[in-house]
């Protein structure tokens, strides 16, 4: 009975880890969430604007 259950341990970790990589390597789902696309855009372009003039170059005082 104690080789059964030696023989248990390892088969369970191997379906778990079947499990888990099978989760792990599935296509995730698209967000589909028009509004939230949209914000990040606004964004974007708000950033592209606030470092459009800005200088590469340090002020000298």
Do not use: K
Request: net charge positive; charged share 20%; glycine share 4%.
């Amino acid at each position: 009975m104690a080789a059964l259950a030696w023989l248990i341990i390892p088969v369970i970790a191997a379906v778990l880890a079947m499990v888990w990589a099978g989760w792990a390597a599935r296509t995730p789902r698209a967000t589909g969430d028009p509004a939230s696309l949209a914000e990040h855009q606004r964004f974007r372009a708000a950033m592209e604007r606030s470092t459009a003039g800005a200088s590469t170059e340090p002020t000298r005082r």
